[in-house]
């Protein structure tokens, strides 16, 4: 879906304007192979921009990543270490792990941590045919555990089919969310987020990035 993108623009923006960012993630599978955190850090040029808390090689929903490794996951440690990085920083950008129903531990899913930590959230998607039932239920089920969803991003938009194009308007009108397009971005360069992301999504979906153009030189 592109969320490790806009979290790493969003992390980068906050910090390139002096604010102590990091970007957390609970829980990551697929690893080493995948990094969302180091992704983070690397498009910021600062270990310090981002967390991980667990990592799992698995490319499996952490609970079941968990299982197949033979580890175990502690909801309630997860949740307590997610509050403790959000709050060493000022401000704790926290990247989801999958979709909102994955499961995460103890029976527990991604939504519950959400829920738990008062977390708001930007809903990342693809822009695309299929996109409109995943994002409005998406939006829907944050909404039924009192989780403020700031806008939606629809990630690597190109614009060139009808869907894509009629995509926004129609996700807009289904959910009341703003809703944004995000191109395709060369991410060749790992400061390609931090440059390029903040340029399009406007503060009504990222009310924070606000701050970071207030405070920025």
Same mark, same amino acid.
Request: glycine share 8%; proline share 6%; net charge negative.
């Given at each position: 879906?592109?969320?490790?993108?806009?979290?790493?623009?969003?992390?980068?923006?906050?910090?390139?304007?002096?604010?102590?960012?990091?970007?957390?993630?609970?829980?990551?599978?697929?690893?080493?192979?995948?990094?969302?955190?180091?992704?983070?850090?690397?498009?910021?040029?600062?270990?310090?921009?981002?967390?991980? $808390?667990? *990592?799992?090689?698995?490319?499996?929903?952490?609970? +079941?990543?968990?299982?197949?490794? &033979? !580890? #175990? @996951?502690?909801?309630?440690?997860i949740?307590?270490?997610?509050?403790?990085?959000?709050?060493?920083?000022?401000?704790?950008?926290?990247?989801?792990?999958?979709?909102?129903?994955?499961?995460?531990?103890?029976?527990?899913?991604?939504?519950?941590?959400?829920?738990?930590?008062?977390?708001?959230?930007?809903?990342?998607?693809?822009?695309?045919?299929?996109?409109?039932?995943?994002?409005?239920?998406?939006?829907?089920? $944050?909404r *039924?555990?009192?989780?403020?969803?700031?806008?939606v +991003?629809?990630?690597?938009?190109? &614009? !060139? #089919? @009808?869907?894509?194009?009629?995509?926004?308007?129609?996700?807009?009108?289904?959910?009341?969310?703003?809703?944004?397009?995000?191109?395709?971005?060369?991410?060749?360069?790992?400061?390609?987020?931090?440059?390029?992301?903040?340029?399009?999504?406007?503060t009504?979906?990222?009310?924070?990035?606000?701050?970071?153009?207030?405070?920025?030189?």
């Amino acid at each position: 879906m592109g969320k490790t993108v806009v979290t790493a623009g969003l992390v980068g923006a906050l910090r390139e304007a002096a604010v102590d960012a990091c970007g957390v993630k609970p829980a990551q599978t697929g690893y080493p192979a995948d990094d969302d955190a180091g992704f983070v850090a690397d498009a910021c040029g600062s270990e310090a921009a981002a967390t991980c $808390l667990r *990592r799992l090689e698995p490319a499996l929903a952490p609970a +079941v990543a968990a299982e197949q490794a &033979g !580890e #175990t @996951l502690d909801y309630d440690a997860i949740r307590d270490d997610c509050a403790r990085a959000i709050h060493a920083a000022t401000v704790g950008v926290v990247e989801g792990i999958g979709g909102l129903c994955v499961p995460l531990a103890d029976g527990h899913e991604v939504i519950d941590l959400v829920a738990d930590l008062n977390l708001s959230a930007v809903v990342v998607a693809r822009p695309g045919l299929g996109t409109l039932n995943h994002t409005a239920l998406t939006v829907e089920a $944050l909404r *039924r555990r009192d989780i403020e969803v700031t806008g939606v +991003v629809l990630n690597d938009y190109t &614009g !060139e #089919t @009808l869907a894509e194009r009629t995509n926004p308007g129609t996700i807009a009108e289904m959910t009341g969310c703003p809703v944004e397009t995000l191109p395709t971005l060369d991410i060749d360069s790992p400061a390609t987020p931090v440059e390029e992301v903040p340029d399009h999504l406007s503060t009504a979906v990222l009310p924070i990035a606000e701050h970071a153009r207030e405070e920025a030189p």
